[in-house]
């Protein structure tokens, strides 16, 4: 059948894509309810668009494929005396224009379809599933590409394979926005790429710049490329010097009044060190790690905005790479993994003290936060933040530090002032849950609430993506067999740690800066 068959499938698209038009327009065959027709069409509306959701990641698996396999035929057509960057470019061009893409944007769309139907299996398979979208399978491409081909197979695995040792908790991949995908994924990447975070660390140090663009009417962007540590200190400072001058006198909007503050920083006002940045602990863990919140301190240049400024950043540290005996990742709130040199950085720069939590050390949860420090306005919401990550509403990214601490069954109904009973929606999620019919589903101690909406669909919430904990290898043998550097025993202990413990808990009070 060939062209023909070509032809007849994509004219019976078109007659259902004029099919489900007229069910939009309200002019089928028949309503979608007779007894409520408006809410019938509200709710048919949701069904097509879910439709046409799963249709298009079909046809994008489809595109992938089609666009492979020209690739290799006409460079087979080609011939072996047509030098491989010409024939590429050749390629690109032709897919370029058949997609009405610029150059970039076609070779950039045949690397991920090579990638994808060449390595990635399971994300193909999502595709022509219609569980993923082409946004999610570039995600899944652009993580997987420096990865070796097991590194690969086992992202794929942690996020898409139900049947993984560990695989991934929480709303499915294909059901989060691409732009939250890509964050669980770069996170799996830190935590699991052959390279050593330190070294990889170290190269992006040296390739730190400051870069200038032009942009419309007018505008340019001034961007930074620095280390973690400082650049999320830098916009949490910024965030904390512009909430201080909201008021029912000031007209500007946070992003206005976070570009104005940055403008007079660079501009002649006055900044603070990451170094004199570390506040307080917020928290600490079992053999899972030290939570510490780092805060940043300094004064705005400006008498308009009091002194000092404190924005608070929640650093997960392994207890074990705190010491220095293993390089396992530790995690920066609102950044992800980060190496442990810079978190130990931060904790020895001015964490005051780490409050007792209780992990599981089988996958690296945080259970509870220790009675003398569960308090609502500190170890609470420490722990809300632990919990969640950020905002549970689907899609959000906001981890500001002013999330809301809401009751799910509101205390007038009879709710409870306990973990299980609160979620930490950002402000605009928090006006949304009061004034429409959005509302949060039930939590748990390790798991943020869903949400169900005014039409009655339910959307999960992402969890956080734990990992048990990478335990030193010591050589004693009066302590755990196998080989590493003596006397680590005498330094557990002294931390209040057994390796023989199912459960580990732990105090540490550091000195103050």
């Not at 908790?169 to 770069?186: L, N, Q, T």
């Not at 965030?239 to 570009?259: D, I, K, N, V």
């Not at 599981?360 to 009675?371: C, K, S, Y």
Request: contains cysteine; negative net charge; proline residues 7%.
């Amino acid at each position: 059948m060939g062209r023909a068959a070509v032809v007849k499938a994509y004219a019976d698209i078109r007659a259902a894509l004029a099919v489900l038009n007229a069910e939009v327009d309200w002019c089928g065959s028949e309503s979608f309810s007779v007894v409520d027709p408006l809410a019938g069409l509200a709710d048919g509306c949701l069904d097509i668009l879910a439709g046409a959701r799963e249709v298009e990641a079909g046809i994008a698996g489809l595109k992938a494929k089609a666009a492979v396999m020209y690739a290799e035929s006409a460079s087979a057509v080609a011939g072996p005396d047509v030098p491989v960057q010409a024939q590429e470019m050749a390629v690109a061009a032709e897919v370029g224009c058949v997609l009405a893409l610029g150059p970039r944007a076609a070779s950039s769309f045949l690397a991920t379809s090579h990638a994808v139907v060449s390595s990635l299996p399971r994300t193909l398979a999502g595709l022509q599933a219609g569980t993923l979208s082409w946004s999610h399978a570039v995600v899944m491409a652009d993580e997987a590409a420096s990865l070796d081909a097991a590194g690969a197979a086992a992202l794929e695995a942690h996020f898409l394979d139900p049947d993984a040792q560990d695989p991934a908790r929480g709303c499915p991949v294909g059901e989060m926005p691409a732009h939250r995908f890509r964050v669980k994924a770069r996170t799996w990447r830190e935590r699991h790429h052959a390279e050593s975070i330190e070294v990889r660390h170290a190269k992006g140090v040296a390739d730190r710049r400051v870069e200038f663009r032009p942009d419309q009417d007018g505008m340019a962007w001034l961007s930074a490329c620095l280390p973690a540590e400082q650049a999320l200190a830098g916009w949490n400072r910024l965030t904390a010097m512009s909430r201080l001058l909201q008021g029912r006198a000031e007209s500007r909007s946070m992003s206005q009044l976070r570009a104005d503050k940055f403008a007079d920083v660079i501009l002649g006002g006055s900044g603070a060190s990451v170094t004199d940045a570390i506040d307080e602990a917020d928290g600490g863990d079992g053999d899972t790690g030290a939570r510490a919140s780092a805060g940043v301190n300094g004064r705005a240049g400006r008498e308009d905005v009091p002194s000092p400024i404190r924005a608070q950043v929640l650093v997960t540290v392994p207890v074990f790479s705190l010491m220095g005996l293993t390089d396992e990742p530790a995690m920066l709130d609102g950044y992800g993994p980060i190496p442990p040199s810079m978190a130990r950085d931060l904790v020895a720069n001015g964490a005051a003290s780490f409050y007792r939590v209780l992990v599981d050390p089988r996958d690296g949860a945080p259970l509870e936060i220790g009675r003398d420090s569960y308090r609502v306005t500190g170890a609470m919401r420490a722990w809300l933040r632990m919990r969640d990550g950020k905002c549970p509403f689907p899609g959000c990214s906001n981890n500001s530090l002013d999330n809301d601490a809401d009751h799910i069954l509101a205390w007038a109904n009879g709710g409870t002032t306990g973990i299980s009973n609160l979620g930490q929606p950002c402000p605009k999620h928090h006006k949304l849950r009061h004034s429409t019919g959005w509302k949060p589903t039930p939590a748990t101690k390790n798991e943020p609430p869903g949400w169900t909406s005014p039409a009655g669909r339910h959307y999960p919430s992402e969890h956080q993506d734990w990992e048990p904990t990478r335990w030193p290898v010591l050589r004693n043998a009066d302590q755990v067999p196998g080989e590493g550097p003596p006397g680590v025993l005498s330094d557990l202990v002294q931390l209040g740690i057994s390796p023989a413990d199912d459960w580990l808990q732990w105090v540490l009070h550091a000195p103050s800066a």
